[in-house]
């Protein structure tokens, strides 16, 4: 074989171990064929901002605090939302993931900023929206008997049959929290979506920092 047969058999095989090595490196970062696919930084602001229309609307007049049906549905449509705001809030940290010594302290400092204001949003909700929610929507039940099916068998035995019932605990109580959510479901609303508005805008003043920050290290250092 001539050198310069053997010298292309050679880079043609290191040609191939290289690429190899970088397949391999691909497959370690990389889950296939899980059909899962991450959340941007864009896309989850994208996606609080169509939550902030989805919010439900206070009726003209307000809450009726009597019509226990429509106190509860609206309670229901505004808890589903915030529950789907935390779960997106969620996202935030594997979309902005990056091993610590490959940020800037700049970025660094970025990313406390963003989440300190992520967690003040969702004390804000959980402390002051939820509690209301969840007084109105599940409130607490006593499992009571509510009547007695006494039968007699042949040869005179008596049987006694117990019927169990949920019943609220207080009602009094489950009104009030009626009341409470009626009287302020304009602010409570008001809440949720300053935090909400809040936030996109936040991801957004985060991802332009990132861009800037990305542009001076690319400028690097003379020296």
Sequence with gaps: MSSVNRRKKDESSSGKTKSNKGAAGEANNKIVGDGFEAFSLEDIQNKIGKLCHRVPNVPEGGLDADDQKAINEWASSLQAIVEEFNLLVCCVSPGTYKWGTERSGAADQNLNLLSAELGSSQDQISSTVTPRLTNVLAPVVDMVVEKVITTKEDGGKEIRE??????????????????????????????????????????????????????????????
């Design 162 to 223: 117990n019927i169990y019932c949920r019943k609220e605990a207080d009602p009094a109580f489950v009104k009030l929290c009626a009341l409470i959510l009626s009287r302020n479901a304009v602010l409570l609303r008001q809440v949720v979506l300053s935090n909400f508005h809040k936030i996109h805008k936040c991801i957004g003043d985060y991802r332009n920092a990132c861009k800037k920050d990305s542009q001076h290290d690319s400028r690097g250092f003379a020296y």
